[in-house]
């Protein structure tokens, strides 16, 4: 379900717990780890909230805000105390969702029916102009990159869309690597993959089972 890792490794996770597991509640609400995913602590909501997508950022004051699309309720709700609270967000059905690396109340969803973009930190979306119609996203340095419908790869300045290579079957996540030679991390038929070129070239990195 709904898996993030911040900027200074804290794990974000959310789902139901192992089937044998007969204590633990069915939806596992947020838990985190600091121990590389040996351990994992409940934040809040448990037995309450099922996280089918998480995403965390640093607000200007150095609130630690996190967006969470809650499956339960069809909703996206939002922290800025780490998890420990929560208010509220719009009520939308979307596959995934990314924040602006500039702005922490900016917020992008992909849906059914386009991408959709927040400036009032998730509580109202409208559609995105010219966007392509995408699957999965992430935020880059300089602006957006996803996979649509199809399984092509697109990346965005902020300019115009720019069309890269194609995925192998089904993606099931996508995810930017900053750094002086950025990655895209992408999983699908193949496991997982890296990309320095939008799929025109691709490093194996975990070979499906």
């Keep these: 379900m709904g898996f993030f890792v911040t900027n200074d490794g804290l794990l974000l996770a959310s789902g139901h717990p192992d089937p044998t597991d007969t204590a633990a509640p069915t939806n596992l609400g947020l838990i985190s780890s600091d121990t590389a995913a040996r351990e994992w602590t409940t934040v809040s ?3 309450e909230a099922d996280f089918h997508d998480i995403a965390a950022t640093t607000t200007s004051t150095g609130a630690s805000r996190i967006y969470g699309y809650d499956a339960t309720r069809g909703l996206i709700r939002i922290s ?6 929560w208010s509220d967000g719009a009520t939308m059905d979307l596959r995934d969702l990314t924040i602006d690396s500039t702005n922490p109340d900016r917020v992008y969803a992909t849906t059914a029916s386009g991408v959709q973009i927040s400036d009032d930190a998730a509580r109202t979306f409208t559609a995105m102009p010219d966007a392509p119609a995408l699957f999965l996203i992430a935020t880059t340095d300089t602006g957006l990159v996803g996979i649509d419908t199809s399984g092509v790869i697109w990346a965005s300045d902020g300019a115009g869309w720019i069309q890269g290579g194609t995925v192998t079957g089904e993606p099931q996540a996508l995810a930017f690597v900053s750094g002086s030679a950025p990655w895209l991390l992408i999983s699908d038929d193949r496991g997982v993959v890296a990309t320095a070129d939008l799929g025109a070239t691709t490093v194996p990195l975990v070979k499906a089972q």
């Excluded at 800025?80 to 609270?85: S, V």
């Design 45 to 47: 909501l448990a037995g």
């Design 80 to 85: 800025d105390d780490g998890g420990t609270t």
